[in-house]
């Protein structure tokens, strides 16, 4: 089945950067929608980017486009999130998840309907 790993979590400073990875073992990543998602303590878990499947389209939320860009790199079966001009409202477990669905809009970027979930990579953004 599969399995997804996130990784490149870390404490930066107020401004600076962090590439997030999103792999996956076992099946391909290409036939899936994948979206980045984060979760702050004492908050729901909310969508911050998804890229879709077959045509990579991509969707943010609100507070991060612009700073952020996600990415699928086939040949490595991972997803990217790369996050610049990071802040301390972005400080969360960071998780990635898969769907076979396209999404499409920023709200459909959302938990539900996703799975494979994996461990989460905290980032933690200070003043």
């Known amino acids: 089945q599969l399995q997804l790993v996130e990784s490149g979590g870390g404490l930066v400073q107020l401004g600076g950067s962090l590439r997030l990875s999103c792999a996956a073992s076992?099946?391909?990543?290409?036939?899936?929608?994948i979206g980045w998602f984060r979760q702050a303590p004492g908050k729901e878990r909310e969508g911050v980017s998804c890229?879709?499947?077959?045509?990579?389209?991509?969707y943010y939320r609100d507070s991060v486009r612009g700073r952020f860009t996600i990415a699928r790199d086939n040949a490595n079966n991972t997803v990217y999130l790369q996050m610049d001009g990071l802040r301390p409202e972005d400080t969360a477990i960071y998780y990635c998840?898969?769907?076979?669905?396209?999404?499409?809009?920023?709200?459909?970027?959302?938990?539900?309907?996703?799975?494979?979930w994996g461990q989460g990579t905290q980032v933690t953004v200070s003043l």
């Open positions: 998840a898969a769907t076979a669905w396209k999404v499409a809009s920023e709200n459909e970027c959302a938990p539900v309907g996703f799975y494979a």
């Open positions: 890229i879709n499947k077959g045509d990579d389209s991509q």
């Open positions: 076992g099946y391909a990543l290409k036939p899936y929608t």
